[in-house]
């Protein structure tokens, strides 16, 4: 069963300021994203990587070298017109036992084991997403209002790399109503289909703002 890794960097940073686009954005001496590809180019479990981006760098990404990297396509309006986008280029001919691993390339930190762990766990039950335990007490708000505290321990932050059986996914898009949806398993829960979690690694953090950058180095140093 083959697994196609889509690394998702076409988002607008516009929480970074000054213009910075969070995906090329300097990390110890290299893009953020160059560190999210070499995971991906070097644990076993993954065969193939997707990368979806701004039409401006795909000449930069292709430069990085890594091997695994079959195609660079231009990003959607939404994040699920980028992933489409990707999926868009498999050989509709050898798409039956496919998984795909969904990942965010903001996220640098990234572990092989947990990129594996995951992969293994989509491939026994056909969907499983990192995430970890929400470690503060969360509020359901309305406006500056408090309404409810849900309770902590049913509550988990979730992260990627998201893997997924193809064939499913494509189910789960032909039920997709087209509302907002923050990330890919969401469209399983509206599709009814079930997804396992894998603890995931509090490390593995999304660059959004220049403060996640300091700490993505200070994890790296």
Known sequence: MNTIAVIVAAGNSSRMGKNTN???????GKPVLSHTLKAFQLTESIDEIIVVTGEQYREEVSAYGFAKVTAVVPGGNTREESVLNALNTLDSNSQEDVFVAIHDGARPLITLA?????????????AAIAAVPAKDTMKVCEGDSVKTTPDRRTLFCAQTPQVFDLKLYRKALDKYDGSSVSDDSSLFERAGIPVKIVEGDYRNIKITT???????????I
């Open 114 to 126: 947990l990129i594996d762990k995951v992969v293994e766990t989509a491939k026994l039950h056909g």
């Open 22 to 28: 969070k995906i090329f954005a300097d990390l110890c």
């Open 210 to 220: 220049p403060e996640d950058l300091k700490i993505a180095k200070a994890f790296l």
